[in-house]
T-cell receptor, first 113, second 111 residues
Framework: SQQGEEDPQALSIQEGENATMNCSYK?????LQWYRQNSGRGLVHLIL?????REKHSGRLRVTLDTSKKSSSLLITASRAADTASYFC?????????????FGSGTRLQVQP | DTAVSQTPKYLVTQMGNDKSIKCEQN?????MYWYKQDSKKFLKIMFS???????INETVPNRFSPKSPDKAHLNLHINSLELGDSAVYFC??????????FGPGTRLTVT
């Protein structure tokens, strides 16, 4: 079953605006990660936030994690046309020994120049 | 240098055929994965290998058989291909449960 569900499924904004994507998950986690996928390409890791962290920044990216609500958000500030891609959250479930991530359904972001 | 590479990038074949996809990583990671991405972009884990040992085998038909000759390689062999196998297959690697590095994908089309 899907661990992560993302919201919205698609988002279209103008260059310079901020983009916010949300992710909800179901089980306890060790960490939550965000990935970007450009059309026709593999996924690229953006940022990892551990279960004991609440907020993390990397350049124009800001990730929050609320383990009580089992949710996370990814904020991209001052968006650029090059940010156009699909964004996926992925969770590393706790105490399963699976050593695998469970990916959400993704948010398609379109940044209009 | 490419961190995670897959071959071929495109694979078009007929139903019933057997095909293989190869994956290699030069990152020194201990864990490798195969994912399937369907037409709706949903990414699902198929297999995971840690130090050449299979640790995850999701509900994948036994027509799919992964093989890991060494820690740097994880190949995927598919027997008796079906139309529903058409998808993009991604190989990935990681160290422990940290960030994963993905290959460019193999687009498989079964006709």
């Amino acid at each position: 079953s899907q661990q992560g569900e993302e919201d919205p499924q698609a988002l279209s904004i103008q260059e310079g605006e901020n983009a916010t994507m949300n992710c909800s998950y179901k089980t306890s986690i060790n960490n939550l990660q965000w990935y970007r996928q450009n059309s026709g390409r593999g996924l690229v890791h953006l940022i990892l936030i551990r279960s004991n962290e609440r907020e993390k920044h990397s350049g124009r990216l800001r990730v929050t994690l609320d383990t009580s609500k089992k949710s996370s958000s990814l904020l991209i500030t001052a968006s650029r046309a090059a940010d156009t891609a699909s964004y996926f959250c992925a969770t590393d479930a706790k105490d399963t020994g699976r050593r695998a991530l469970t990916f959400g359904s993704g948010t398609r972001l379109q940044v209009q120049p | 240098d490419t961190a995670v590479s897959q071959t071929p990038k495109y694979l078009v074949t007929q139903m019933g055929n057997d095909k293989s996809i190869k994956c290699e990583q030069n990152l020194g990671h201990d864990t490798m994965y195969w994912y399937k991405q369907d037409s709706k972009k949903f990414l699902k884990i198929m297999f995971s290998y840690n130090n050449k040992e299979l640790i995850i085998n999701e509900t994948v038909p036994n027509r799919f058989s992964p093989k890991s000759p060494d820690k740097a390689h994880l190949n995927l062999h598919i027997n008796s291909l079906e139309l529903g196998d058409s998808a993009v297959y991604f190989c990935a690697s990681s160290r422990y449960s940290y960030e994963q590095y993905f290959g460019p994908g193999t687009r498989l089309t079964v006709t």
